[in-house]
Every structure is written in C-alpha cells, then in structure tokens.
C-alpha cells in the first residue's frame, strides 16, 4: 500500500539548533507539500513542490527551507530552532486517485 | 483564492445520535473536496473525497458527504456516532487544474461524542 512517511513524530530541541524533518513518499508522486498546524488547529501551507528541483513558497511565510532532489523525498530544515517554531508539521503528497495523502506528522517543540 | 468555512468549531452529539458537519466553500468552478480527520496528537486521515460524479460520496467509518453545488456545500454526515469518533475534522478543497492543486482548509470542528 502506497503510504507516505514522516520522521521523527516527536521532537524537542534547544533553541538555535538545525533541524531537519524527513518526509518520503512510495508513490511516485511529483506534487508534495508541508503544512504548518498551530495549536488552533488552522493548516497554512509553508512550502510544494511540483518535482525534482521545484520547490515554493506557500501562503503562510516561514524561516524554513525544502529540497527536493529526489521525487520520493521532501525534506524541511530549519537553519537555527527558535521557540516560534513550535508546531506540529505535515507533509502531503497529491496524486489522482487518492487527491492528498498525509503522513502522521511531526511535532516540534523547540524550548 | 477559494476559501473554505467550518462555522461550527465545535459539536458535541451522544452516541447513537446522526451527526452533520457543515461545510461552504468559496470558489468559481467546482474544486476536488474533501474531508479529513485528526485524532490528537496524529496526522491527517482521508474520510471521502468528491472530484466528479455521484453528489453522494460515500466514505470510510460509516460516512457520508452531499456535494449540492448550488449551497457551494459539502456536508459530511454520519446516521448514528460512535464514541471512538471524536476527533477534529476538517473540510478542504483543491483546486482543479491549479499545477499545484494546493489544498485549503477549513477551520476545523472538534467533535465530542457523549455517552
């Protein structure tokens, strides 16, 4: 079954460390996302791709970064952890039949 | 852009009683919906999806979606709720034909299932 990975599910860290949240799909999919949630539930888009090289900037501006060098593989860094980045993180592929498939998400608590 | 709007953000029904949760989207064509749902501390579940057809989406868990075009609605309904249903859910929509078919939610509503 086509699934889509998200690691670690719990993180906490020091303030001014680099971080990176690992999110891999089996799909094939070109399209993949990272949703920010805050603790008022609301999903803002932070970052998509459209393939290997593409990456955006979504709706809601954040301090961190995506790569995308392989299809299966979307990565987010963060440069230097600070309390504001508390949240808990989705990734999300899109495909045609299924429309968006998320993992189970990374929750960052940056202290 | 199209926006998505939960008016409830919360619901609280006993178990056994049907459940409706609203939804109105904003948008000028007919976008791809959706309803996900969350259950604390987890990610996203898929509970049914509309892209064309049927304006009754049947999904997983027992629920059922009504896409009426002319209320720009998609409400997610469920004839008689369980207790392991309380959960956030979120109505979304998706863009057609957008290259990045990026989602947008609604606000969420927080389902309570008294016993």
């Known amino acids: 079954e086509a699934d889509i990975y998200q690691t670690p599910r719990y993180l906490v860290i020091g303030t001014g460390k680099k971080i990176t949240l690992e999110c891999s799909q089996t799909m094939g999919h070109d399209k993949m996302y990272w949703y920010q949630q805050d603790p008022g539930m609301e999903l803002h888009l932070i970052h998509y791709s459209y393939g290997v090289n593409s990456t955006e900037k979504g709706d809601l501006s954040s301090e961190s970064t995506v790569s995308r060098i392989r299809t299966e593989h979307f990565p987010l860094t963060l440069e230097s952890a600070r309390p504001s980045h508390t949240s808990q993180y989705l990734c999300?592929?899109?495909?045609?039949?299924?429309?968006?498939?998320f993992g189970s998400g990374t929750r960052l608590t940056v202290v | 852009a199209q926006s998505v709007t939960q008016p409830d953000i919360h619901i609280t029904v006993s178990e056994g009683a049907s459940l409706e949760l609203r939804c109105n989207y904003s948008y000028g064509a007919t976008p791809y919906l959706f309803w996900y749902v969350q259950s604390p501390g987890q990610g996203l579940q898929l509970l049914l999806k509309?892209?064309?057809?049927?304006?009754l989406v049947q999904g997983i868990k027992g629920f059922e979606a009504e896409f009426k075009r002319s209320q720009s609605s998609f409400n997610l309904r469920k004839p008689s709720v369980h207790w392991s249903d309380a959960a956030e859910y979120f109505c979304?929509?998706?863009?057609?034909?957008?290259?990045?078919?990026?989602?947008?939610f609604g606000g969420g509503t927080r389902l309570m299932v008294k016993p």
């Open positions: 979304a929509v998706a863009v057609r034909n957008n290259a990045g078919n990026m989602l947008t």
């Open positions: 999300a592929s899109w495909g045609a039949y299924y429309g968006y498939t």
């Open positions: 509309y892209f064309s057809g049927d304006t």
